[in-house]
């Protein structure tokens, strides 16, 4: 009889039975029994790789442990995989410039349209319409161009130098337009109602042409806790009324005391450092000349803006990034990389675990990351979870209202012989309360890890 079914093996006799039932051993009933033992023995999976697996087994919430990497598309991925961007980095592209080719392994058979890659570009981009084409898929002329955003959210084509050689970008594919958005191309459309013109009677110095060498800062090698490194650069004033020189300089984020100008000054406009709390770093600019630097704690939902607390005889200032501190008031490291319109990239030496359920939320929710606060980020989410059932799950900016299906979704389930495992990669928009919208098809377990961030003036 072997199995019955629900997992249990069944003989066919019972030899004490038959003894005090007076039935004798025959070879029917012993070729019988056996033949039934070895029914069950077909029936169970042999761990050198004999067996093909004929249906569905369901796991009841235990793990598949131990899992080698998957090369195949329809391989398992182990969770490292997804950590480590095993398949969503690319590498370098390949052709010329505008017409830029990746070859993966394993190749892809089509586009689908929530998609995401990171590649390195081989040369700079010189028309309107490079496109990017992927496993040799159809003819990229018409499937794979490559665009960005406006200010406005809609698809507009790239400048020239959008794309420069060695330059690393993050592609989202649009199939409903044929086409790859690069989320952070070098020239990000500028809308100019947002700046702020200079004064007739101070039409500013222009100190540098292009490109502009901008500030950018690093954790202290020494004492990367509480101390950040800025580089010499130029401050744009942020009234749009000149420039200025600035000298590098070490400035520590001190837990007591007041502002204090100079190398190894305590950066803190106001207050102290406190755990898990964001701060926002200023150029400052003194009325003889001199750049120091600053910092102001972020506040959910408010613009930073120094003017304020200003050190006396500071009149200018110029937002240069924002860090986050850890539950215990450190630092938190990482490295930033900068653009010359302002925008910066940055990523966490340890991904920072954001959000944690049991139960995921099936209707549109705001759940915090780690990002800034006070200013909207383009933060980058890994996360994965177990599940009892298939779930899709979509993670978007808050401003948006789609709502989460087998078909709309930036987080994925997949189902391999029964066992259900759940991992995702996206980049989207937060609030400047440093939340995105989250919702999933299903409520089951769900873990979100922030990877990074990028701040886009445009976004502010």
Not at 20 to 49: H, V
Not at 221 to 231: A, G, V
Not at 455 to 460: D, G, H, R, S, T
């Amino acid at each position: 009889m072997a199995f019955n079914g629900s997992g249990t093996f069944e003989r066919i006799y019972n030899w004490v039975n038959d003894k005090a039932n007076g039935y004798k051993i025959t070879a029917s009933r012993m070729d019988g029994e056996f033949d039934g033992i070895a029914s069950g023995l077909s029936q169970c999976i042999t761990k050198d790789g004999q067996t093909t697996i004929s249906a569905n087994i369901p796991m009841s919430n235990y793990k598949l442990t131990g899992l080698g990497n998957g090369s195949s598309r329809t391989d398992s991925i182990a969770l490292g995989q997804v950590q480590d961007g095993t398949y969503t980095y690319l590498g370098t592209t390949s052709g010329s410039a505008d017409a830029y080719t990746l070859t993966p392994s394993p190749s892809i058979t089509a586009y689908a349209t929530t998609q995401q890659f990171t590649a390195k570009i081989n040369a700079t981009n010189t028309t309107t319409t490079p496109y990017l084409q992927i496993s040799a898929i159809a003819n990229p002329t018409t499937t794979a161009v490559i665009k960005k955003l406006s200010a406005t959210k809609t698809e507009i084509a790239v400048e020239a130098s959008d794309l420069l050689i060695n330059g690393i970008y993050d592609f989202q594919r649009n199939s409903a337009n044929d086409a790859w958005i690069v989320l952070n191309p070098e020239k990000a459309f500028f809308n100019a109602t947002n700046l702020t013109k200079a004064t007739s009677t101070a039409q500013g110095i222009n100190y540098l042409s292009l490109p502009i060498n901008p500030i950018t800062i690093a954790n202290n090698s020494s004492t990367p806790n509480t101390d950040i490194d800025f580089t010499a650069g130029t401050i744009t004033f942020h009234d749009g009324s000149g420039q200025a020189l600035s000298t590098a300089m070490t400035k520590r984020l001190q837990s007591t005391g007041a502002w204090s100008a100079g190398n190894n000054g305590n950066l803190l406009l106001s207050g102290a450092r406190a755990n898990s709390s964001t701060y926002h770093l200023f150029a400052l600019y003194k009325t003889d000349g001199t750049v120091d630097y600053g910092a102001l704690l972020g506040v959910a939902g408010t613009d930073p803006n120094p003017t304020s607390v200003l050190p006396t005889d500071y009149t200018k200032y110029q937002y240069i990034t924002s860090l986050l501190t850890d539950a215990s008031g450190n630092i938190r490291r990482g490295s930033y990389s900068y653009r010359l319109d302002g925008s910066y990239d940055f990523e966490f030496n340890s991904y920072v675990q954001s959000r944690t359920f049991s139960a995921a939320p099936t209707t549109a929710t705001l759940q915090t990351v780690a990002v800034p606060l006070g200013l909207k980020f383009l933060c980058e989410l890994i996360g994965g979870g177990e599940t009892g059932a298939t779930m899709y799950s979509l993670i978007i900016d808050p401003q948006k209202t789609t709502t989460a299906s087998s078909t709309n979704f930036n987080g994925y389930a997949y189902n391999n012989a029964g066992s259900v495992g759940y991992n995702f990669y996206t980049k989207t928009l937060t609030n400047s309360s440093a939340q995105v919208s989250l919702m999933a098809t299903t409520a089951n377990n769900l873990q979100i890890l922030t990877k990074g961030f990028s701040y886009n003036p445009i976004n502010k």
